[in-house]
């Protein structure tokens, strides 16, 4: 079946503007999360969105981002006033559930470029 | 504060040889630990895990090893095959955590020459 997917697979933006980044998980996925990865570091987490519940903003870097998810389907990443520490590569990954028990699935990634 | 380190940025290996790839962490509480491949505009993917009631857990050419009194890990690939070449991810985490408490360490690319 299809994995996750993601759109745009590139994004160069000025400062100051505002990007969205979207995220397609795997059906069926209740779980659906999004990292940040900045050039030689790690995968930095952001939120999670799990079912129904409230989202885990607790990895959101500061009040210029945002994520909302529409049911158990789709996610879109917003990145208001964009700043060149924006600059980063952004993924999704979804999965059956939050424990580390069920395999997560990652999509290839948005590359952002703030200019 | 690095919690999961990979001190090895890059590693070359022979076809047919063993790959090693090493992964130590600071925090006691990481009881869980994963390790991930990435091919190049690719997303991570999962390779194989390891819970710390186990020292060793093999999955057909990898194998991963915990020593928890070191607070390490590794992971090995043995025959290494040139599709092996890709950035290889370690991660650990609370069991009861789930994947908002994985902390990702930052990658080691390995190259399998033919």
């Known amino acids: 079946g299809a994995g996750v997917s993601q759109s745009p697979s590139n994004k160069v933006t000025e400062k100051g503007k505002d990007v969205e980044l979207r995220c397609d998980p795997i059906?069926?996925?209740?779980?659906l999360y999004w990292y940040r990865q900045r050039l030689g570091q790690g995968l930095e987490f952001l939120i999670y969105f799990q079912g129904n519940s409230a989202p885990d903003k607790s990895g959101l870097p500061s009040d210029r981002f945002s994520a909302e998810r529409t049911g158990e389907s789709v996610s879109t990443l917003t990145i208001q006033r964009t700043q060149q520490e924006d600059s980063a590569v952004y993924l999704c990954?979804?999965?059956?559930?939050?424990?580390?028990?069920?395999?997560?699935?990652f999509g290839p990634g948005t590359r952002l470029t703030v200019t | 504060d690095q919690q999961v380190k990979q001190n090895s940025p890059s590693l070359s290996v022979q076809e047919g040889r063993i790959s090693i790839l090493n992964c130590d962490y600071t925090?006691?509480?990481?009881?869980?630990f994963l390790w991930y491949k990435k091919y190049p505009a690719e997303g991570p993917t999962f390779l194989i895990s390891i819970s710390s009631i186990k020292d060793k857990n093999e999955d057909g050419r990898f194998t991963v090893f915990l020593n928890k009194s070191a607070k390490h890990l590794s992971l090995h690939i043995v025959p290494s095959q040139p599709g092996d070449s890709a950035v290889y991810f370690c991660a650990a985490s609370p069991i009861s955590g789930g994947y908002q408490k994985v902390t990702f360490g930052i990658g080691t690319k390995l190259q399998v020459i033919p």
């Open positions: 990954a979804s999965s059956l559930g939050l424990s580390v028990s069920y395999e997560q699935y």
């Open positions: 059906s069926g996925h209740t779980a």
């Open positions: 925090n006691s509480m990481f009881d869980y």
